[in-house]
């Protein structure tokens, strides 16, 4: 099974900062990784797919990077809207796995 | 409107059986890919099973293989997912997902709102 592992688990930050999220593979993805938005008690949301392609709806300030094990979520002028948790997958292989998520809260 | 609606969920003992249902409504159903995922309250999330736009082909993951079996009505719109011999650890919010025909069947563009099923005596 491939492993996903995500950083930082919980970040602070404030409205107006850009926000980093992490996410390391186990084995090579090549671009298959996505990205998910989940607010509490809601379904996620498909925010980037194939690494780096915006999903239609999804605010420009969202923007995915990386290839092979090392992908970035990065998210320019933090809106409080954005404040949730957000999971990184795999959709190289099946299993279909995800990373552990990431917790951006109000600083 | 594009929507997946889950129904089926609640309290069941361990080793009992339950089934699910997710109905689809406002896009062609049986073009697509499907998927169960779910997720343990404030935990993260887990991918369950997967079954191919006219049912012929299913995945599942390990911990589920032999117990779960999911299937699909493309007539009404609606897939399954028949549990058996449930599990203490099988209590999770559960999702229908919807795989993303326009490059990968297996990341989830659009999901239901969740339906939760408690194993516990």
């Known amino acids: 099974d491939i492993q996903m592992t995500q950083s930082p688990s919980s970040l602070s930050a404030s409205v107006g900062d850009t926000v980093i999220i992490t996410c390391r593979a186990s084995q090579t993805l090549f671009s298959y990784l996505n990205w998910y938005q989940q607010k509490p008690g809601k379904a996620p949301r498909l925010l980037i797919y194939a690494a780096s392609s915006l999903e239609s709806g999804v605010p420009s300030r969202f923007s995915g990077s990386g290839s092979g094990t090392d992908f970035t979520l990065t998210i320019s002028s933090l809106q409080l809207d954005d404040f949730a948790t957000y999971y990184c997958?795999?959709?190289?292989?099946?299993?279909?796995?995800f990373g552990g998520g990431t917790k951006v809260d109000i600083k | 409107e594009v929507q997946l609606v889950e129904s089926g969920g609640g309290l069941v003992q361990p080793g009992g059986s339950r089934r699910l249902s997710c109905a689809a409504s406002?896009?062609?159903?049986?073009?697509?890919?499907m998927h169960w995922v779910r997720q343990v309250p404030g935990k993260g999330l887990v991918w369950v099973s997967r079954?191919?736009?006219?049912?012929?082909?299913?995945t599942y993951a390990d911990s589920v293989k032999g117990r779960f079996t999911v299937s699909r009505d493309n007539a009404k719109s609606i897939m399954y997912l028949q549990m058996t011999s449930l599990r203490a650890e099988d209590t999770a919010v559960y999702y229908c997902?919807?795989?993303?025909?326009?490059?990968?069947?297996?990341?989830?563009?659009?999901w239901g709102h969740g339906t939760l099923v408690t194993v516990s005596s």
């Open positions: 406002g896009f062609t159903f049986s073009s697509y890919w």
């Open positions: 997902a919807r795989g993303l025909i326009r490059w990968s069947e297996d990341a989830f563009d659009l």
């Open positions: 997958q795999q959709s190289y292989s099946t299993p279909l796995t």
């Open positions: 079954i191919n736009h006219d049912g012929t082909r299913t």
